[in-house]
Antibody, heavy 128, light 107 residues
Framework: EVQLLESGGGLVQPGGSLRLSCAAS????????MSWVRQAPGKGLEWVSG????????NYADSVRGRLTISRDNSKNTLHLLMSSLRADDAAVYYC?????????????????????WGQGTTVTVSS | DIQMTQSPSSLSASVGDRVTITCRAS??????LNWYQQEPGKAPKLLIY???SLQSGVPSTFSGSGSGTDFTLTISSLQPEDFATYFC?????????FGGGTKVEIK
């Protein structure tokens, strides 16, 4: 069964750091780009960051660039998101999602396939 | 960055109704447009990819159309399990962006 399982969420103080992880199973992890998507309480979906299947290409939303770092360990089928200098507006449910190709976006060579597998989400709360 | 404008933000409809949701991109994205359904407290689910291709397992009552900057999601006959929030997303160029969402409620 294709599955993604996030972990690492929790309560952190403003300015603090947190590392999220996403364990993948049931597919060849290294063949697919991965993304983090977040959803603040009562709000819509916000794409945060994406990484190519090889891990060599990364992309970020303007709102998180320089504070969040995406990485992956293809030997362990795991995706990470290192979050630092956290702010109140970073509080959200964070989902990891699998893309349908090795590239995040079409201009990079990606296909038109969507994010076809999602984890259940992990909650990040930023408060003093 | 490419902005995605989705409308309406909410709508009320009855079981059996035909429902149409639109999404407009701030620049041409060819057909690199996906649609997702999200039920409360759950992760999003991919419905349509490539603007008009039905994801495996999704009922044929869902369909998508459009290219360039204007796209449409249509539910031909609304079912009780379709009351949810729908989001469009462009995957043409990073940062990938979502529309604001359309909440489909029971009339």
């Amino acid at each position: 069964e294709v599955q993604l399982l996030e972990s690492g969420g929790g309560l952190v103080q403003p300015g603090g750091s947190l590392r999220l992880s996403c364990a993948a199973s049931g597919f060849t992890f290294s063949k697919y780009a991965m993304s983090w998507v977040r959803q603040a309480p009562g709000k819509g979906l916000e794409w945060v960051s994406g990484i190519s299947g090889s891990g060599y290409t990364t992309n970020y939303a303007d709102s998180v660039r320089g504070r969040l770092t995406i990485s992956r360990d293809n030997s362990k089928n795991t995706l990470h998101l290192l979050m630092s200098s956290l702010r109140a507006d970073d509080a959200a449910v964070y989902y990891c999602a699998k893309s349908g190709s090795q590239w995040v976006a079409a201009v990079q060579g990606g296909s038109g396939y969507g994010m076809d597998v999602w984890g259940q989400g992990t909650t990040v709360t930023v408060s003093s | 960055d490419i902005q995605m404008t989705q409308s309406p933000s909410s709508l009320s409809a009855s079981v059996g109704d035909r429902v149409t949701i639109t999404c407009r991109a701030s620049q041409s994205i060819s057909n690199f447009l996906n649609w997702y359904q999200q039920e409360p407290g759950k992760a999003p689910k991919l419905l349509i990819y490539g603007a008009s291709s039905l994801q495996s397992g999704v009922p044929s009552t869902f369909s998508g159309s459009g290219s360039g900057t204007d796209f449409t999601l249509t539910i031909s006959s609304l079912q009780p399990e379709d009351f949810a929030t729908y989001f469009c997303q462009q995957i043409y160029s990073p940062p990938l962006t979502f529309g604001g969402g359309t909440k489909v409620e029971i009339k």
